[in-house]
């Protein structure tokens, strides 16, 4: 399986970016995929998550109300909609997928595959 993120940039506080992640390598539509990211010197953190078919979302608190997680018709391709964006989200921006049903979407141990990353930076 292979994610390939791509949308990261720098962008003022108050402005918006678009992520995408598209999966290839297999049945990709059938599984959840998330977005986490990692500040300069932290861990990777959960920033929101949709089940396979893109009907139940999860954000981390942070997120809520400002980030919207989407996919495509087809499912292989899983967006991030920033909004109101702020210095402190400021990170690279990982996507990934489980291997299985029935995890915890909002922990990185229960993903198996992982993007190389996208830089996002917002200036103040």
């Known amino acids: 399986v292979q994610l390939q993120a791509s949308g990261g940039g720098l962008v003022q506080a108050g402005g918006s970016l678009n992520l995408s992640c598209a999966a290839s390598?297999?049945?990709?539509?059938?599984?959840?995929m998330g977005w986490f990211r990692q500040a300069p010197k932290k861990g990777r953190e959960f920033v929101a998550a949709?089940?396979?078919?893109?009907?139940?979302?999860y954000y981390a608190d942070s997120a809520e109300g400002r980030f919207t997680i989407s996919r495509a018709s087809a499912k292989n391709t899983v967006y991030l909609q920033m909004t109101d964006l702020k210095p402190e989200d400021t990170a690279v921006y990982f996507c990934?997928?489980?291997?299985?049903?029935?995890?915890?979407?909002?922990?990185?141990?229960?993903?198996?595959?992982w993007g190389q990353g996208t830089q996002v930076t917002v200036s103040s």
């Open positions: 990934g997928a489980p291997n299985v049903y029935g995890i915890d979407l909002t922990q990185e141990a229960s993903y198996t595959y």
């Open positions: 390598g297999r049945t990709s539509k059938d599984y959840a």
């Open positions: 949709t089940s396979w078919s893109g009907r139940t979302t």
